[in-house]
């Protein structure tokens, strides 16, 4: 198992023109967390959880899974 962690922070509405309204939910943190299991040097198996923190509450948390392959 092959642990990792990235950490991401960007604003898609740090500037917008006069006429338009700011998105406070497009300013986001985010930490991920995770693991790599490779069964197979061409093969990986990925699983990771997202803690989002943002000024919109509906924003949430997710866990994500994954695959991927060389062929």
């Keep these: 198992l092959i642990a990792f962690a990235r950490y991401s922070?960007?604003?898609l509405h740090h500037?917008?023109?006069?006429?338009?309204?700011?998105?406070?939910?497009?300013?986001?943190?985010?930490?991920?967390?995770?693991?790599?299991?490779?069964?197979?040097?061409q093969v990986v198996v990925k699983g990771n959880f997202d803690f989002v923190a943002s000024k919109k509450d509906s924003d949430t948390d997710k866990m994500e899974l994954g695959l991927g392959f060389v062929f």
């Design 15 to 41: 500037e917008v023109s006069a006429n338009v309204t700011r998105d406070d939910s497009l300013d986001r943190k985010i930490w991920t967390v995770g693991l790599n299991y490779r069964p197979h040097p």
């Design 9 to 11: 922070a960007y604003d």
